[in-house]
């Protein structure tokens, strides 16, 4: 083989010709032989064109792998833009020629771009998700559901603002959460409060952390944290309404008792915190240790001891009692013998045979009942005193019209002329007040399937009889009237023959007051108030007797006559119409 390269005087670098040509002034000053020396330069021409074949493989090797990364770049770039959700706001390259180098290049600007932002996203997500984690947590009681994952194959930020209004609800849920808790334990508070409990043991039975030294936000608000509140709340108010049920009832035993005994008041004002919520509703009672224990036992000690003192005055508690019983009867007319009720109360007193709270029951049904009767009765009672008064008006109006001096203009005169017109309107009325009075009376009687009596005197009797004797007195009158006109005709024909002169047996009349009565019995007084003062005074056969003599013919006779010697009245008879 010919050398062809020098070594370039120039540069004065060491080249393959050079080299060439120091081997072979080595051959020649050696000798070796041209077989020697061209099986040499083969070995020499094998090697570098292995060294050229390796460098080859390299740079392919090289290639692909730029290649590889150029692809890998591509898809990488595809993902995060995919994931992201971005494309349009990242200036993705769309250079697609070039070398390999210029195209990795032109893309590593945009990948490195959106690592970043895929990054930050994945921060932002992890955030939200370990927050709404936590609130979940929170609601389930805190069990703990493990550490969480972001799923980075979809970072948009729709998916983000899912999670984060998801956020917001559950924020909102938390803070609903946490105002209820608030109001459960407040509400605790004031409960325990009122029924003298401790607040602080109460409340951390339920959770550890509603103490009040824990911060709102440390509060555990689970659906279980709520759920046994709302049961402390609900049996704290039950416990609540059963305290003061069982308050007002030893507050109405205590006052019973003391109205009984006529306990002071100075005794009764150690009370007031006890009576002052008798009539009170539950949501009214606020005060606290208002419902405690200690104060129900107090109360109820005081009932006691007032059972056993009502015990030994027994006797005086019965007849307050049967002496209110008594009144009540009297203020319904209702006849009774009190002598005899009160004998038998201290027989059975005297006698230890019955228990002295069933006699106090029974005397309180007894004026229960009386009570119920005097109501039944009321309306037919005031009809009767709406009677009553308007006969005590007749009987006035009857000793007004006698009085000849009625007309003059003396002091109260004109009160005493108002009176009388008054009083003729009412006793114009007195025939329908009688009848409506029976047909009440006898509708009641039909009701209650016993008779009324009024002080004992059957009171239709009394209605009945007062008819008769208005009737007869109105016939008397109207006879005695036709009689007298008949004794004054013959003087009225000898004033007529001889001239009008005065009658020396006309009597002078004599002044009576106004008010008062010429007769002192009779129809013109009320036959009820007449009854009614017997009643009291003698008894039921006094009643009888009065009545009868109420309606004797005699009395209405003598009644006409004392009529007939008074002056003759000038205005019209009192049961004409005004």
Not at 194 to 222: R, W, Y
Request: hydrophobic content about 35%.
């Amino acid at each position: 083989m010919a050398v062809t390269e020098v070594e370039n005087p120039l540069i004065g670098e060491i080249t393959c010709g050079t080299l060439l040509q120091k081997l072979q002034e080595i051959w020649d000053e050696v000798g070796e032989s041209d077989e020697e020396r061209d099986k040499l330069l083969l070995q020499i021409e094998e090697e570098c064109l292995n060294v050229y074949k390796k460098k080859v493989e390299q740079a392919a090797k090289s290639r692909a792998e730029l290649l590889q990364t150029l692809s890998d770049a591509t898809v990488e770039l595809s993902n995060l833009t995919t994931a992201l959700g971005e494309k349009s706001y990242i200036d993705i390259p769309d250079k697609t020629s070039g070398t390999i180098k210029e195209q990795l290049s032109a893309i590593a600007p945009a990948l490195e771009q959106l690592w970043q932002q895929k990054e930050e996203r994945v921060r932002a997500f992890s955030d939200v998700q370990s927050q709404i984690q936590k609130i979940c947590e929170e609601i389930a009681g805190g069990l703990n559901s493990g550490p969480h994952v972001v799923d980075e194959s979809d970072l948009s930020l729709k998916r983000l603002d899912d999670f984060q209004s998801k956020l917001q609800e559950l924020q909102k849920e938390k803070s609903d959460r946490l105002q209820k808790v608030v109001e459960f334990v407040s509400t605790v508070h004031d409960l325990c409060a009122v029924l003298g409990l401790d607040f602080l043991s109460t409340v951390t039975q339920v959770h550890p952390s509603l103490d009040e030294a824990n911060g709102i936000q440390t509060k555990s608000i689970s659906n279980e944290t709520l759920a046994r509140l709302a049961k402390t709340v609900l049996t704290l108010k039950e416990d609540k309404m059963q305290r003061l049920k069982k308050l007002q009832e030893l507050a109405t035993q205590l006052t019973d008792l003391w109205n009984l005994m006529d306990t002071p008041d100075e005794e009764r004002g150690l009370f007031d915190h006890v009576t002052c919520n008798i009539s009170a509703s539950v949501h009214e009672v606020t005060a606290s240790g208002a419902l405690a224990l200690d104060l129900i036992e107090q109360a109820e000690v005081e009932v006691d001891r007032l059972d056993q003192l009502k015990s030994s005055r027994m006797k005086e508690i019965a007849f307050k009692k049967q002496s209110e019983l008594e009144e009540i009867y009297a203020r319904a007319h209702i006849e009774v013998k009190p002598e005899v009720v009160r004998e038998r109360i201290m027989s059975l007193i005297d006698a230890g045979n019955t228990e002295p709270t069933e006699l106090l029951a029974d005397m309180d049904s007894q004026i229960a009942k009386a009570k119920e009767e005097a109501f039944s009765r009321k309306e037919i009672l005031d009809r009767v005193e709406k009677w009553m008064s308007a006969c005590e008006e007749e009987s006035w109006l009857e000793d007004y019209n006698r009085d000849q001096n009625r007309y003059s203009a003396s002091r109260g005169a004109h009160l005493n002329l108002k009176r009388a017109e008054k009083a003729r309107i009412l006793v114009s009325k007195i025939t329908a007040m009688v009848d409506t009075l029976v047909a009440k009376t006898r509708a009641w009687e039909e009701d209650n399937n016993m008779s009324f009596e009024y002080d004992g005197v059957p009171l239709l009797a009394m209605l009945d009889e007062y008819t008769i004797l208005r009737q007869e007195r109105e016939d008397e009158k109207r006879r005695l009237k036709e009689q007298k006109k008949q004794q004054e005709q013959p003087h009225t024909d000898q004033d007529s023959a001889f001239g009008s002169k005065p009658s020396p047996a006309r009597p002078v009349s004599s002044k009576k007051p106004v008010g008062t009565r010429a007769n002192g019995g009779g129809l013109n007084e009320s036959p009820i108030r007449r009854l009614s003062m017997n009643s009291s005074q003698n008894g039921s056969k006094s009643k009888r007797d009065s009545l009868n003599k109420l309606s004797s013919p005699s009395n209405l006779v003598a009644v006409s006559k004392e009529d007939d010697a008074s002056p003759v009245p000038t205005a019209d008879p009192v049961m004409t119409s005004p």
